[in-house]
């Protein structure tokens, strides 16, 4: 059974979760406020766990000028006794290269969640991207082969 006030603060988090993104609010202990020290983060542009996945959301948004995450239909399930959960939200993600030209996602988010002392947390944060519209990133994989 899901809390009203558990609710609320993972609607919060995920919006955190965006601004952080955004703002590119990388400022020490940016990630101990949302993310499990464990924490793994699943995106089209690959995987990541722990350290590791501070060091992959800096370098994804490095390859846009600005960005912007916009969520919609938050939906959580959590069990508050046990402190664990999952949540599902769609996103919009607008992308703005450096020329100015958009790359524009629709996606879902998915996520597991862990209460720490702190609160809760994404012990897991995963992206799928339903719709693109625009100029994609060039992904690490073809970067490499436009190198060699």
């Not at 899901?2 to 955004?22: E, Q």
């Amino acid at each position: 059974m899901t809390d009203h006030h558990s609710t609320m603060d993972i609607h919060t988090l995920v919006h955190r979760l965006f601004r952080a993104l955004d703002a590119r609010d990388f400022t020490p202990g940016w990630m101990d406020a949302l993310f499990t020290a464990d924490a793994r983060m699943e995106t089209p542009l690959g995987t990541a766990e722990g350290a590791e996945a501070e060091q992959a959301a800096k370098e994804a948004l490095g390859r846009y000028a600005r960005t912007q995450h916009v969520a919609s239909g938050i939906l959580a399930d959590v069990d508050a006794g046990a402190g664990r959960g999952s949540v599902s939200w769609n996103a919009l993600m607008f992308h703005v290269h450096e020329d100015d030209s958009v790359f524009t996602v629709g996606g879902i988010y998915e996520g597991d969640l862990r209460r720490t002392s702190d609160g809760w947390r994404f012990s897991r944060v995963s992206v799928r991207a339903v719709w693109t519209q625009g100029r994609p990133p060039m992904l690490p994989d073809a970067e490499a082969r436009a190198v060699s």
